[in-house]
Antibody
Framework: EVQLVESGGGLVQPGGSLRLSCAAS????????MYWVRQAPGKGLVWVAR????????NHADSVKGRFTISRDNAKNTLNLQMNSLRAEDTAVYYC???????????WGKGTTVTVSS | QSALTQPASVSGSPGQSITISCTGT?????????VSWYQHHPGKAPKLMIF???NRPSGVSNRFSGSKSGNTASLTISGLQSEDEADYYC????????????FGGGTKLTVL
């Protein structure tokens, strides 16, 4: 079964850090683009970061550039998101997502919740 | 970069058909045939329902169909069932320099 399972979310103070991880299984992880997508409370989906299969290319949304870093370990089938200098507006459910055909996203995890609050 | 525009909510009775619109610009929906649709039951993983405007992934019911005209894409669900009640999001490839994928704001579908 193709599966993505996120972990690492929690409550953190403004300015703090968190590292999200995503365990992938059931597919050839190393050949796929992978994304982090977030959904703030009451808001829609927003792309945060993406990384290609061999980790050579990464892109981050302007809202997180310089604070978040996406990475992957193909030997461990794991996707990561290092989040530093967290702000209240980073509060959201963060989804690990597999890139599909033609800019679609064809496999999603259930998400992990990040709350930034003092 | 503004989100694609979707109605906040739509509703229909079992067996009926509904259509959800997704309006963008020539830089996204209108410029590419790379519109996708996702179904999201709260607390669960979102699910890809349509890609490339009108293609269904394996396993998705043929009650779900997609189309596009100009800068507006549409998702039609026919033969509404109670389990179709969910949030639906569209997305598109975009030529914006800040994002390469843009989502709609989401539409809550209620099956009456």
């Amino acid at each position: 079964e193709v599966q993505l399972v996120e972990s690492g979310g929690g409550l953190v103070q403004p300015g703090g850090s968190l590292r999200l991880s995503c365990a992938a299984s059931g597919f050839s992880f190393s050949i796929y683009w992978m994304y982090w997508v977030r959904q703030a409370p009451g808001k829609g989906l927003v792309w945060v970061a993406r990384i290609n299969g061999d980790a050579i290319t990464t892109n981050h949304a302007d809202s997180v550039k310089g604070r978040f870093t996406i990475s992957r370990d193909n030997a461990k089938n794991t996707l990561n998101l290092q989040m530093n200098s967290l702000r209240a507006e980073d509060t959201a459910v963060y989804y690990c997502v597999r890139g599909g055909p033609s800019w679609s996203m064809d496999v999603w995890g259930k998400g992990t919740t990040v709350t930034v609050s003092s | 970069q503004s989100a694609l525009t979707q109605p906040a909510s739509v509703s229909g009775s079992p067996g009926q058909s509904i259509t959800i619109s997704c309006t963008g610009t020539t830089s996204d929906v209108g410029g590419y045939n790379y519109v996708s649709w996702y179904q999201h039951h709260p607390g669960k993983a979102p699910k890809l329902m349509i890609f490339e405007v009108s293609n269904r992934p394996s396993g998705v019911s043929n009650r779900f169909s997609g189309s596009k005209s100009g800068n507006t894409a549409s998702l039609t669900i026919s033969g509404l069932q109670s389990e179709d009640e969910a949030d639906y999001y569209c997305s598109s490839c975009t030529s914006s320099t800040t994002l390469d994928v843009i989502f709609g704001g989401g539409t809550k579908l209620t099956v009456l």
